[in-house]
């Protein structure tokens, strides 16, 4: 009797000791387990932070291969890759993504994206504009894939399809996209001008001043249209329009416009509008034209004066080249040769300048694009304002 | 520490000969659908080992079903949030 008792008391004991252990060794297993791998991502993401690339893929890897479930872990890696410059490893990666069977469709629309950049990045635009078409269709990340079609078409100078996208877009997601259409509508205005198309340029400039009523670079082909075809007077109106619409645009506005004035005689209005200009726009552009429009009605000396008066205000490298141009003539002997250094020495300084600098990414140009060439956003290239620029 | 738990381990494997050879008489069990006879030693050593396998497997079930549990909760989160 008593032996039975002690097997009924043995068997809950060695119950209680068996779940014990067994929850212990469970946890230990996982603990080790999780913490090797948070060590291991923390490692992988303190490359990334410094910048340490190819130590971060080689980390990423090695906890892809310990997991090979972890989703994230690889469209990071892909994510590298494609960062890199390694396009076809990123393709390879996101691919097998995408066929994974049993992953679901949230992460494989994820990867499918990925995918689409891939191509792009390697070139291959048919290929990602069929990724991207196909995600619009099913809804799935649409704003991304339709930003990525507007950059294919884009870079395929396709503007109406540009444009359609554009517009499904500002209808997705509420953003105004209103500047950019017009841009596309410009685009597509200046290739009409110089085919020849007169009127259907205008019509396209008609689109763009519906999307953006203050389109500066729809007023400037505006003014470009009217002056070629011998209308000044409505150029000069466009051209004005121009500069009240975006008074940053003053350098790319004033050299049409100034000739605008000239042909159709009426330099007064020129003085009057370059006079207001001096109050609203800092540069040294407004000041130079009205330099020469002096020199030209008054003569040297009145010119110089008004550009000493005004160098002093605002002082500029250009403003200086000027006025020793204009007095070089009066002087002679050594001064005039230590000019002519002084002189030389400023054009090799401008030389060197960027004149434009674009606003989002601080890309810097000497002329002047409407698309910047390095983060493709629009009307971001803007004139430099400084003591060696405008 | 590895020694010790060696010493312990041919500690304990001698005290289960011992109390097998000290307990070598017969005792019966009567299990309803069978009756079997078993020294005494080989009932308290064969108890105390299904208790500690039912003992493991039902904690290693436990947790192994909650992992499970886990991983689908984590895989629905971001099909809800798309």
Known sequence: MSFLYLLVMAVPAAFALGWWTSRRAGVRRSGAKVSELSSDYFRGLNYLLNEEQDKAIEVFLKLAEYNRDTVETHLALGNLFRRRGEVDRAIRLHQHLVSRPGLNDAMKTV???????????????????????????????????????????????????????????????????????????????ERSRQHGARSEARDYLAQAFASQAQCVRAY??????????????????????AVEADVAFVPDILPPLLDSYERSRQMGRAEHFLRGLLDRYHGVSPVLALTNLYRQRDGDRQAVE????????????????????????KIDGEARENFQILRELMRKLLEGQAMYRCSRCGFGAKAHHWQCPSCKNWSTIRPIHGVANE | ????????????????????????????????????????????????????LLGGLTA???????????????????????
Request: hydrophobic share 50%; aromatic share 8%; glycine share 8%.
């Open chain 1, 111 to 189: 990867a499918l994206l990925e995918l689409g950049e891939d191509y792009m990045r390697a070139g291959l635009l048919d290929r990602a504009e069929a990724l991207f078409r196909d995600l619009v269709a099913m809804d799935a990340h649409a704003p991304s894939a339709l930003r990525h079609l507007i950059a294919i078409y884009q870079h395929e100078r396709d503007w109406h399809k540009a444009i359609e996208h554009a517009r499904r877009l500002e209808t997705m997601t509420g953003e105004d996209e209103t500047p950019m259409m017009a841009q596309f509508y410009c685009e597509l205005a």
């Open chain 1, 220 to 241: 400037m082909l505006t003014g470009r249209l009217h002056s070629e075809d011998g209308a000044y007077d409505a150029a000069v109106e466009a051209y004005e329009a």
């Open chain 1, 306 to 329: 008004f550009l000493t008066a005004q160098l002093r205000q605002r002082p500029s490298v250009r403003g200086l080249m000027t006025l020793i141009d204009a007095t070089m003539d």
């Open chain 2, 1 to 52: 520490m590895r020694l010790l738990v060696l010493l312990l381990l041919i500690a304990f494997l001698a005290a289960g000969v011992l109390l097998g050879a000290l307990n070598a008489d017969l005792v019966g069990y009567d299990l309803g659908f069978a009756r079997i006879q078993l020294p005494k030693g080989a009932g308290l050593l064969g108890s105390l080992v299904i208790g500690w």
């Open chain 2, 60 to 82: 290693w079930f436990g947790v192994s079903t909650g992992h499970r549990r886990q991983q689908r909760k984590a895989n629905k989160k971001p099909a809800a949030g798309a």
